[in-house]
C-alpha cells in the first residue's frame, strides 16, 4: 500500500494471440487526414484478427464510434449495452476478469461522466485490463453542441490512480496506440475525435506509452500539445520562425503517465512553455504540465484551452476559431508571453 | 487442498454457517468497527455457497475452473472474509487485522491485496454487471464455471443493477446465479419505507430471469435452490433469499442500527451464548 508505482506489464506472446498469416499490418495510416475515430475502427478489426481475446462493447453509438466494423466482422464478441454506459463499464469489468482484453466505447462525455464512478470502482481500484476508448471528444464534434462535447474528460480520468490516459494526434498515431494498450496490462483511456485531422507523425514514429515525441525543441519557447492541438503546433511554429522565434513542438500524447524527461528537457530548452489542447485549461494535459513543472522547475506556462466554459453548436473549424484553439491564438499567445 | 466441497450434509452445513457467525462476531469486535447485520443475514447463503455449492480451489484462488463470487454488497466484507478463511485462502489469525492499517482484509473487499476476491466491491450496485461479463466471457470459452453474485435488497434501489438485470436477461446468461438478500432493512430504516422496492419478484421475472423464493435461513432451502438453478437453461436465475438481518443474535436481529455497528465486548460474550459457544 502507500506509494504503488505503476506497472508496466505487457502479456506474454503465447497469451492468446494467434497470428493468421493473412494479409497483417496491411493497415497504414502514415500521412493519411482522417478521424482518429475511423483510425480505430480499422485497427480494431486487425487486432481482432489478430488476437481471439479482443472484445468490444458499445452503448448504441457503434456507428458513431466505428465499432461496428468490429461487430461486423466478429458479431460473436461484440457486445451492445443498449444505452447505459455503467452497466457498459462493469460489464467489460467482468469481461477482463474472464480472461479477455475488453475494449469499451461510447462518446467521451457519456464514458468518462455518467460511468466516472464505475470506472473508478470497478475499473481501476481492481486493476482491470479495460480499454476505455472514447470518441467525440472536445468541440470539433461540432453540431451537436455543448450536451455531446466533452471537455473535462481528460481532467475526470486523469485524477484516478491506475489508469493510464492517452490523447493521439492522427490516425496513423491512434493504430499504434490501439495495438500498444492491448498488449498492456492495465486499465487505460484513450480520447478520440470525431472530426479528421491531418497527418503529422513520421513515417518512423513508434509510439510507446509514456513517451512524448519532440518533433523540436525550441530555444524561445516549446509547446507541448495533444490530440489535434499538435497540428495547430506546428503550424504555429512555421509562422514563428519567420518571425525569428524558435519555438519548439512536443507531442504529449501520453498524459498519464507524463513524460517528465521529455518536459524537463523542453523547459531547460526556453524559459516559456505553452500547452494546447482541445479541453479546458483546468485538469487536462495543460494542468498536468502546470503542476509538474512548478514542483520541479518553475517557468512560465501558459495554458491554450477552453476556459472554464460549455463548448455549443458549429463548425467545427468556426468553433475551434471562437474558443481560441488554433495556430494562431498559440501564435499570439507565444508572442505575447515573449514580448514582457 | 483439493476442490472444494460438495457435500450436500445439512447439518454439516448448518454447524460450518453456525462457527462462520462466530468468527464474524468475534472479527467485528475485534476491529471496533464494521458492517454486523447484513453478514449475518447472508450468513447461511455464503456458507452453502462456499462450503458446498462452489468448485473452487483455495490454494489456487487464480484456478480457471473455478466458479465465481461477487459480493456486490461488499459491506458484507466480514461475511467473506469469513468463509475464505475457514475454506483455506489464509490463516484464520488474518481476520483479527480487520480494518487495521496496512490489513489485506480492508474495510470492504479488495481484490488487489486479498486472495479469493474477485474484484473490488464496496461502492453498491456495481457487482451483477461484473458478474455479468465474466459471465459472458466464460461462455465466449464455453466454460462449465458458473458465476454467482449476492446483492442486497437495499442496494436493488440502484438504477445499475437494472440495467444489468436487462443485460442478463438479453444475453440469457444461464451460467449467472444472483442472490438477494431480502432482509427488510438497509441504513436509514426498512426499505418499504425509505425506498419501496416491493414487488421484487415481478421486477427481476419482468427482464427475463427465473425466480427462486426462499427462506434464506433455511439451509435445505438454499441449497435446492442453487442446485435448481443451474439446471435452467436460457435465462439467469434469481434467489430471493427472505432473511432477517442480524441473524442468529436475538438482541441484533431485525435492528436497522446494527447495520454498521460493531458487537461490544459485552454483546460478544451474550452472542457467542446464543450461538453455543459457552465458556470459550
Ligand atoms: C453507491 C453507494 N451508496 C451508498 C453506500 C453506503 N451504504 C453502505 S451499506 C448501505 C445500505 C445497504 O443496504 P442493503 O443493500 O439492504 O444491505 P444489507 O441490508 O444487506 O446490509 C448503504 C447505503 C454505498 N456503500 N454505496
Ligand atoms: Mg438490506
Redesign the pocket.
Known sequence: MGSRKQEFRVQSPESGIKTLNSELQTLNFYGQAVATRDAYGATLVELGKRNEKVVVLDADLSGSTKTAKFAKAFPERFFNMGISEQDMVGTAGGLSLAGKIPFASTFAIFETGRAW?QIRQTVCYSHLNVKLVATHSGLTVGEDGASHQALEDVALMRVLPELVVIVPSDGFETQQVIDAIAEYEGPVYVRLGRAKVPAVMPPDYKFQIGKAHTFHLGKDANIIADGIMVAAALQARETLLKEGIDAGVINMSTVKPLDAEALLKAANASKLIVTAEEHSVIGGLGGAVAEYLSENHPVAVKRIGTRDTFGGSGKPDDLLKLYGLTADDIVKTIKSALSR | MAVLTQSRDIAFLKEQARIVRVEILKMLTQSGSG?T??SL??ADIATALYFYKMRHRPDNPKWEERDRFILS????APLLYTVLALTGYFDKSLLGTLRKTGSPLQG?PSSKLLQGVEVST????QGLSIANGMALGLQLDDSASRVYCL??????Q?GQVWEAAMTAGHYALDNLCAIV?L?E???DGR?EDVMKITPVAPKWKAFNWHIFEIDGHNMEEIVSALDEAERIKGKPSVILANTI?GKGVSFFEGKAEY??LAPTKEELEKALKELGEDGK
Open positions: 464512478e | 458492517h447485520g447484513g443475514s447472508a454488497k461488499g459491506h458484507a470492504h464496496g461502492s453498491l450496485g446483492l442486497g435488497d437495499g442496494e436493488i440502484e438478500d432482509n432493512l438497509q441504513i426499505c438481518k447495520h454498521g
